[in-house]
Nanobody, 125 residues
Framework: QVQLVESGGGLVQAGGSLRLSCAASGRSFSTYTMAWFRRAPGNERQFVAAINWSDSKTYNAGSVKGRFTISRDNAKNTVDLQMNSLKPEDTAVYYC??????????????????WGQGTQVTVST
């Protein structure tokens, strides 16, 4: 069982940066694939980035490539999302997710077993 709690959201101007953090509880966190998703008002949940356990391989959605970086610290049971060069279209609720298969990187939400409650990110013009 894994419980996830996100933090770090807020209001930022376009071009600015935010760092989201997801704190996980549960003994098996270090062996899970972790990901960030987001949902903007009126839209479906969208994949942002994922990182696996086996070799810390990462994968980013095309819309955030070069701007967002996912990382994890298994000793602290955290996974972070560094977001740079933010755009108004990045405005959404951001969710942390976990999958017990630590090797593969999944981009669809139905592959993830555990979810946090979300944190709001708002990017103003």
């Amino acid at each position: 069982q894994v419980q996830l709690v996100e933090s770090g959201g807020g209001l930022v101007q376009a071009g600015g940066s935010l760092r989201l953090s997801c704190a996980a509880s549960g003994r098996s966190f270090s062996t899970y694939t972790m990901a960030w998703f987001r949902r903007a008002p009126g839209n479906e949940r969208q994949f942002v980035a994922a990182i696996n356990w086996s070799d810390s391989k990462t994968y980013n959605a095309g819309s955030v490539k070069g701007r967002f970086t996912i990382s994890r610290d298994n000793a602290k049971n955290t996974v972070d999302l560094q977001m740079n060069s933010l755009k108004p279209e990045d405005t959404a609720v951001y969710y942390c997710a976990a999958n017990s298969n630590g090797r593969d990187l999944y981009i669809t939400s139905n592959h993830y077993n555990y979810w946090g409650q979300g944190t709001q990110v708002t990017v103003s013009t």
